[in-house]
């Protein structure tokens, strides 16, 4: 199996722990990457805890840079690595909030595209959809974002099938989220994708969030 068609489970199961790489921005909405970073986070805790195995997720937030940038409503944050220093991203996650830098940021969509070619998964949250639409990595797949964004996707890449009212669609390699909070939903479909349906329950009841995985799961080939 290569690498770019190398499943989830599959490199879990070959690797033993997986390096979850988000990207954070001046401007990234807050709860797109804090959700999805403590998902990954209390998974491999609960992990630890129920199975007595080391951590299958190592969480990390990487910047243009490791210097602090601004998230949307001036939430200060110091990215854990910068593109120079950043290790091998396994699954790659792309949050949204306000665009105007990283779809102007010739750095940033660079990176993006680079570990998207070798990562195992890509997911964006909200508007990260339009920093993956204009690289093409959206291309050929249906994809969803923020309700209130959604007319706007279809306008600039009349090419995607954009679909609206759910709360995240999984196409294998990519998976896109609607917004804010549907980055939590993902973030435990992907865990369940890797550890299965008793880990992501027990993540989601440590977090007390309500969370079913047959109602959230929406698969499309």
Partial sequence: MSE???????????????????????????LDFAGPFEVFSVAARVYRRDLGIES???????????????????????????????PEVDLLIVPGGVMDHPLQCDAIQAWVKHVSESAVLTASVCTGAFLLGKLGILDGRP????WED?????????????????PFIDTGRVVTSAGISAGICMSLH???????????????????????????AQLSG
């Fill in 56 to 86: 299958p997720f190592e969480v990390s937030l990487i910047g243009a840079c490791r210097e602090t940038i601004t998230a949307r409503h001036g939430m200060d944050v110091l990215p854990h690595f910068g593109f120079i220093d950043a």
């Fill in 4 to 30: 770019q068609s190398e499943d989830i489970a599959a490199r879990y199961a070959r690797l033993k722990s997986l390096h979850v790489g988000i990207l954070v921005f001046p401007g990234a909405e807050v």
């Fill in 143 to 146: 994809v969803t974002t923020h």
């Fill in 150 to 166: 959604i007319a706007e996707l279809r306008a600039r890449f009349p090419q995607l099938d954009v679909k609206e009212r759910v």
């Fill in 190 to 216: 992907l865990v369940q994708r890797v550890l299965g349906a008793a880990i992501a329950i027990g993540t989601a009841r440590q977090m007390e969030y309500d969370w079913v995985p047959s109602a959230q």
